[in-house]
C-alpha cells in the first residue's frame, strides 16, 4: 500500500517548518556520508567520484564539490527551472562543507581511519550507520520539496528531453557507474558501500518516505490541506 500527498501552500509557518526540516535533511545525509567515509567500505558514487578527484587537487573535497555542483547545476536550471530552490542551494553549499566538519570533528576525538582500520566489524557497524542516515536525510530532503539536487535531476532532465525514450533507472545505473569509474581511477575507495549506495538505497528511501509521509511530519492541517491516497502498485 502506498501514501501520496498533494499540498496546497496557506502560508509561511509550513515554509519554514520545510526549511529547517531541509537542512536538518542535509545535515544527516553528511553525517551519513561521513560515517561512510570513516568506515573505509566506499561511498555512494557521487561522492566517490568526488573524494577521488579533490585528492588530485589543491582545494579540499567540500571547496570541489560545491564548484562541481555549481558547474553541473548552472546548465540544469536553464532546462528545467523548477529544480531551482532553496533545497538546491543549500545542497550544493551546505552539503560538502558539513562532511568536511564532521571529518574534522571526527578526527579531533581521535576517531579516525587509521584508528579503526583493524576492526572490521566496527567498520562495518559505521558502515551500515552512514547508510541509514544517508537514505533517512535523502527521504526527508526529497519531501521536502523545496529544489532538487543537480545530480539527482539530471536523469530527470535527461528523460524528458528524450521524450521517455531513456529512462530515469537507466540513466542513474549509467550516470552512477561513471562516477564509480572515475573514483576508481582517480584512487578513491571503491568497495560494498560504493554498490550499496549505487544498486540498494532506493527502496530504503522509498520506505522512509512512506514512513513521513504516513506520519504527516511535514503535514500541518492548520495551515494547508492535504491529501492521502491508496495505491496498491509499487511505492513511489
Known amino acids: 500500500m502506498e501514501y501520496r500527498f498533494r499540498t496546497i501552500k496557506l502560508g509561511g509557518v509550513i515554509e519554514m517548518k520545510r526549511f529547517m526540516y531541509m537542512v536538518l535533511a542535509i545535515i544527516i545525509i553528511s553525517l551519513g556520508v561521513s560515517f561512510m567515509r570513516l568506515s573505509n567500505l566506499g561511498t555512494d558514487p557521487f561522492n566517490c567520484m568526488n573524494l577521488g578527484v579533490s585528492s588530485h587537487l589543491p582545494i579540499s573535497y567540500g571547496t570541489y564539490q560545491m564548484l562541481f555542483n555549481i558547474v553541473l547545476f548552472i546548465p540544469l536550471v536553464k532546462l528545467k527551472p523548477s529544480i531551482w530552490g532553496a533545497g538546491a542551494i543549500a545542497n550544493m553549499f551546505l552539503s560538502a562543507y558539513c562532511v568536511d566538519g564532521f571529518m574534522a570533528i571526527l578526527r579531533y576525538a581521535g576517531i ?89 538505497t532506493g527502496p530504503l528511501i522509498s520506505r522512509i518516505r512512506y514512513v513521513i509521509v504516513e506520519k504527516g511530519l511535514l503535514d500541518d492541517k492548520t495551515t494547508k490541506d492535504y491529501i492521502l491516497i491508496k495505491r496498491k502498485d509499487v511505492l513511489f
Open 112 to 200: 579516525t581511519i587509521d584508528a579503526i582500520g583493524s576492526y572490521f566489524w566496527i567498520r562495518v557497524f559505521i558502515l551500515l550507520l552512514g547508510i541509514i542516515f544517508m537514505c533517512l536525510g535523502a527521504a526527508l530532503y526529497i519531501e521536502c520539496d523545496m529544489g532538487i539536487a543537480a545530480y539527482d535531476a539530471l536523469g530527470q532532465i535527461i528523460e524528458e528531453k528524450t521524450d521517455g525514450k531513456l529512462k530515469y533507472k537507466m540513466i542513474r545505473i549509467i550516470t552512477d557507474c561513471s562516477c564509480i569509474m572515475i573514483g576508481f581511477l582517480t584512487g578513491s575507495v571503491v568497495s560494498v558501500g560504493t554498490i550499496i549506495g549505487a544498486f540498494f
